[in-house]
């Protein structure tokens, strides 16, 4: 073939772009997932969402309606009815429907496909370290046998080609020369807390910062389950206290009329990383507001939302140098920019040593996610 029929072979083809063939359910789906993290889990506001979004764009046709959406929810295991306790169970209209676990996996997925991207699942518990060692993350190098070695680390294909080159193939012969493993990288496991902001702020000014915290919160959950299964994740959330949340309770978030016991949530992450047996720990945080709230030891709470309180804000600096004593990175999410709250941001992190990034919406999932994975290979021991 002549040279120029190659180039011809290798050039590019252009075509108009052509939609991928989705079926009409497949299409609402995608918003459904999008308005039931809206509507933190709500199925009646986001289904009126939906039909308000179809009056206007005419989401549907005649041959595949809303109604027809619905009922495939329900068969497709989406959706359920719940019988209301004090109904009578006849079909009065004393159910209500809510969404399954299945939903709430969903979510996840489009969560980790919108902020991560859609990532090849991994090996169980495989996370790349710059130590070379026994594992299972193999590196394509090859070395000599050494005593103590195991057995199954021996590359077989490698140390045949040896023998047949050293020895000849007229008759089979193997020494220990002739082995030769592959290198292998150790594997590490981490254990992270995500702490989420759920004070007041978290909706005022006409912006939604809770949404994208959550969503945040769902990819890193998908991402480590599947991607990390060794890894472990725990979320709390703070307002005027600080609980701990499971990945089910994710979608069902809500912001309250809450002060920011910044304290409260540090103490709670620290108590549940103390508990952790894996050596690699850290707390990431998202947060828009200062610490204005503290819980007393009788109990009762001292809250403050004028400015930067040096009492509660002395606090916060004591919790930062104790995780720093623990060996326990902070990294700071704050997505206010106020002056003043990231000169304390800044001071905080100092305290601790750890990290802050100082961003809005845009791109925090991507900011979480590079962390995540840089800290998997700088804090490795050997």
């Known amino acids: 073939m002549k040279k120029k029929d190659k180039m011809k072979e290798r050039g590019f083809i252009f075509k108009k772009y052509e939609e991928p063939n989705t079926s009409p359910f497949e299409k609402l789906f995608e918003i459904f997932k999008e308005l039931i993290t809206h509507t933190s889990g709500d199925l009646d506001e986001a289904l009126d969402w939906l039909r308000q979004l179809d009056e206007e764009y005419q989401l549907t046709t005649p041959d595949y309606?809303?109604?027809?959406?619905?009922?495939?929810?329900?068969?497709?295991g989406y959706i359920k009815e719940e019988l209301d306790p004090d109904g009578d169970g006849e079909g009065d209209g004393s159910g209500s429907l809510k969404i399954t676990a299945k939903t709430e996996r969903a979510i996840r997925q489009q969560a980790l496909d919108q902020i991560f991207g859609k990532m090849r699942k991994g090996k169980s518990g495989n996370h790349r370290t710059s130590h070379v060692g026994r594992g299972d993350e193999h590196t394509g190098d090859f070395r000599n046998y050494q005593f103590g070695d195991s057995l199954d680390r021996i590359s077989m294909t490698e140390s045949l080609r040896n023998a047949q080159i050293n020895h000849g193939i007229g008759s089979f012969n193997m020494t220990h020369d002739d082995l030769v493993v592959e290198e292998t990288h150790y594997k590490s496991q981490m254990s992270t807390v995500l702490m989420i902001d759920l004070s007041h702020s978290m909706i005022l000014y006409g912006e939604d910062r809770i949404t994208p915290a959550?969503?945040?919160a769902m990819a890193l959950a998908e991402l480590i389950t599947t991607r990390y299964p060794k890894d472990t994740l725990d979320i709390i959330v703070f307002g005027n206290d600080a609980w701990p949340v499971s990945i089910a309770d994710l979608p069902y978030l809500k912001v309250g009329p809450y002060h920011t016991n910044t304290v409260d949530g540090l103490k709670l992450a620290m108590d549940i990383l103390r508990r952790k047996r894996?050596?690699?720990?850290?707390?990431?945080?998202?947060?828009?507001?200062?610490?204005?709230?503290?819980?007393?030891r009788d109990g009762s709470y001292y809250k403050n939302s004028m400015g930067l309180d040096p009492y509660i804000v002395d606090k916060c600096y004591n919790m930062a140098q104790q995780a720093r004593k623990l060996q326990i990175p902070i990294t700071t999410f704050m997505i206010a920019q106020d002056?003043?709250?990231?000169?304390?941001?800044r001071e905080f992190t100092q305290a601790n040593q750890?990290?802050?990034?100082?961003?809005?919406?845009k791109g925090l999932g991507e900011m979480i996610f590079e962390d995540y994975e840089t800290n998997r290979k700088k804090r490795i021991r050997g």
């Open 354 to 361: 750890g990290k802050a990034f100082y961003t809005g919406l």
């Open 214 to 216: 959550k969503k945040v």
């Open 339 to 345: 002056p003043y709250l990231m000169q304390f941001i």
């Open 278 to 296: 894996n050596t690699n720990k850290q707390i990431f945080m998202i947060t828009d507001g200062k610490p204005s709230c503290i819980r007393e």
């Open 65 to 76: 309606t809303i109604e027809d959406f619905i009922e495939d929810l329900k068969q497709k």
